[in-house]
T-cell receptor, first 113, second 116 residues
Framework: AQSVSQHNHHVILSEAASLELGCNYS??????LFWYVQYPGQHLQLLLK??????LVKGIKGFEAEFIKSKFSFNLRKPSVQWSDTAEYFC???????????FGKGTKLSVIP | KAGVTQTPRYLIKTRGQQVTLSCSPI?????VSWYQQTPGQGLQFLFE???????NKGNFPGRFSGRQFSNSRSEMNVSTLELGDSALYLC???????????????FGSGTQLSVL
């Protein structure tokens, strides 16, 4: 069975601070990894995904994530956050042979102007 | 291209009642997945349908059921509602290429269900 663990429930940062949100997954085979974002009052949207190849993937709005296979991790990073990044962020995993996308419990990010 | 449409947007029910939620996927998408989102629990997978067949089911009681029609529209039903069923119910659609790792989910805005 596949599972995802997100380390932080709520992160509060000032504008221009750097961001790193932790995500670890559990699955014995090949995986596809995702970060989704849910802005206040909006639907979930894909931020970035890892499929194969370069473990450092870049997404929208300056976000990036690094897949470290040996650590089963897929942490999300952004060098300088903005107030508009205030949202809830979800890490998700889909294993080969699965029809299911499994999400973590989410990390709420609050950016203070 | 229209996105995933969920109706109704808000719903208030009382304990013991039953409810039906509707989801219209993006045109051409044949897979529909349902998720329950609650504060602190994130998104929990309910079930996934493809071509009117349920392919996968999460760990929810039998009170939660769903179906998919020939036009790929899907409904989920919750019977004998409990207070703990209060949540945002999200529907997501995809092309439905099965276990293709590269497949992307598109989410609707959800139905906010409140059980009193």
């Amino acid at each position: 069975a596949q599972s995802v663990s997100q380390h932080n429930h709520h992160v509060i940062l000032s504008e221009a601070a750097s961001l790193e949100l932790g995500c670890n997954y559990s699955y014995g085979g090949t995986v596809n990894l995702f970060w989704y974002v849910q802005y206040p009052g909006q639907h979930l949207q894909l931020l970035l995904k890892y499929f194969s190849g370069d473990p450092l993937v870049k997404g929208i709005k300056g976000f990036e994530a690094e897949f470290i296979k040996s650590k089963f991790s897929f942490n999300l990073r952004k060098p300088s956050v903005q107030w508009s990044d205030t949202a809830e962020y979800f890490c998700a995993v889909k294993g080969d042979g699965s029809y299911q996308l499994t999400f973590g419990k989410g990390t709420k990010l609050s950016v203070i102007p | 291209k229209a996105g995933v449409t969920q109706t109704p947007r808000y719903l208030i029910k009382t304990r013991g009642q039953q409810v039906t939620l509707s989801c219209s996927p993006i045109s051409g998408h044949r897979s529909v997945s349902w998720y329950q989102q609650t504060p602190g629990q994130g998104l929990q997978f309910l079930f996934e349908y493809f071509s009117e067949t349920q392919r996968n089911k999460g760990n929810f009681p039998g009170r939660f059921s769903g179906r998919q029609f020939s036009n790929s529209r899907s409904e989920m039903n919750v019977s004998t509602l409990e207070l703990g069923d209060s949540a945002l119910y999200l529907c997501a659609s995809s092309l439905g290429q099965g276990t293709d790792l590269n497949e992307k989910l598109f989410f609707g805005s959800g139905t906010q269900l409140s059980v009193l």
